[in-house]
């Protein structure tokens, strides 16, 4: 990108784990086009030390958002707090005048979302969602093949995040009431973001039958990131869902922190031309040529740049070039719609036809 006279300059809201993990070194990355001007976090140390590792001279720091968005020289901010906050704070930046860069999931209703597709279009301001999966050479290649019709019609999918044992124990991610539900809401996002986007089929779902479950939580025992307390365990484990769209297409939701099964399992994706699956980033694409059936593997290409890194540079782009965001705000809104969809029929224990 050129250089140019003016930065970018971007605010902090929720100094944490994926602020400090990914969207403050990423923008840090960018210092030609981008200068981090404001930090905000409930706890004070936390955007006192975010502003002093990465801001600008003279960057700000606040406890209170709304007083961040105060600032008349703050051209977008990243929303980097826990799931609950993503709406009212999204909402409140886009009617200061702030481009934002919400982190996933949107939020945790569809209402919500709704409302953040609103604000964005009333205000004629750029909102994305922190969906990196889709920035991975294998997934970028498997939308040009589906795109051009390839792989045909792609009419079953499954949108799949196992994890054996992986529960986030640090921050709030057991808080039902802060992120709205464990792994589907946390991981289980991404997976059905990453498969509607490949199918290209927002079409409305029209039957969906989901069901959760809390059975390892009150167990406790081995986690990849040390044990949790089951007391605090506010949320399901793990949660399952069959949506179908209005299109005909069929997309199977599988998602867990805890579960006696092997990870990581595929997302899958079956096409009448071909099909495909991805496992941690990495695609297979299963065709047939010659009357034989066939495999194919991409190869891929040494030291590309991280995914966040690619993320934040493409948002960035987005905003000093005026191009539209990779995940449009429309898109994340729908993915938020069909996992409240999957709790609701889990909870009413039937389910729900829409038709
Ligand atoms: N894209 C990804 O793969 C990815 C990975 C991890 C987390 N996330 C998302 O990022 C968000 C934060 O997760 P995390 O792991 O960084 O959590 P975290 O708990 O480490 O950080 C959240 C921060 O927000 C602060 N905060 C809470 N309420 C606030 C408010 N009202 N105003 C300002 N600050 C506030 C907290 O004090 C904390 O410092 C979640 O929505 C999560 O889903 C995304």
Redesign the pocket.
Known sequence: MPRRKKKLRVGI???????NG?HMPSYAKLQDLVEMVAF????PE?AQKGAEMYGAPGAKVFKD?QEMLEMKDLDSVSV????K??AP?TIAALKAGKHVFC???MAITAEEADKMVKAAKETGLKLSV?Y?SRFSDDAQLLKQMISSGELGEIYYSEATSIRRRGVPT???FLSKELQGGGPLI?IGT?VLDLTLWLMGDYSKPVSILGASYKKLAPLGGYNAWGPWDPKNFEVEDSAFGLVRLESGAAVMVKASWALNMEDPQPIILCGTKGGASIVDGSAKVYTQAHNRLLNLIPVQSPGRDSLYNREIAYWVDCLINNKEPLVKAEEAAQVTRILELIYKSSDEGKAINLI
């Open positions: 809201i929720g100094v944490g784990g994926i602020a990914a905000c976090d409930i706890i936390r958002y980097c707090t826990p799931n906050f993503h704070i982190e996933k999931p922190g990196q640090w921050g709030v946390d991404h």
